[in-house]
């Protein structure tokens, strides 16, 4: 049997985990809703996501100094998957449906994520990885092609939403 504070920090963890699985799930469908079906446009989405947790988090940041992340590498996140990001995202998503953007950026984020720590970190791609990789490929291809061949004349977003899967 657990001691209770082991059980505590699991339960915690699996908590925590759902969690981001309910915010990471529910973000692009709330966001293709507000910028689709309501007066919101992407700014607006883009700025009520940020305001406020900006507005929360920013002065514990400076006032630690980043910490020990460091000044650039905290500038690189809040590029890739801050401001930037949502904007592109939110772009795509008034382009084509929730389906598209569930298919293409999350699997182009963890194979981009290779490529670049290849590329840049020179880390060594294992068989397995590189396996991997293609086999993300394939499936982004494959799991929106029916959705990416009915887009024609609706934009470019299969494009925008690999761009957000770079950032």
């Known amino acids: 049997m657990e001691p209770p504070a082991q059980t505590r920090r699991r339960l915690t963890g699996i908590l925590c985990g759902l969690a981001a699985a309910l915010i990471w799930g529910g973000f692009p ?3 293709r809703l507000g910028v689709a079906h309501s007066s919101l ?3 607006d989405v883009t700025f009520l996501r940020f305001a406020v947790s900006g507005l929360l988090l920013l002065p ?3 006032r630690s100094g980043f910490g020990k992340i460091g000044f650039l590498p905290v500038a690189l996140m809040v590029f890739g998957i801050g401001a930037p990001y949502m904007l592109i995202v939110s772009y795509g998503l ?3 449906p929730v389906g598209v953007f569930a298919v293409t950026t999350p699997g182009s984020m963890i194979a981009f994520s290779g490529l670049l720590s290849a590329l840049w970190l020179r880390n060594r791609i294992s068989r397995g990885e590189r396996i991997s990789l293609l086999t993300i490929t394939a499936g982004i291809c494959l799991a929106g092609y029916y959705e990416f061949t009915g887009m024609a004349g609706r934009g470019n977003a299969l494009g925008v939403f690999l761009i957000g899967g770079f950032l």
């Open 29 to 31: 469908v709330m966001t």
């Open 41 to 43: 446009d992407m700014f």
């Open 60 to 62: 514990p940041l400076v």
């Open 94 to 96: 008034t382009q084509a």
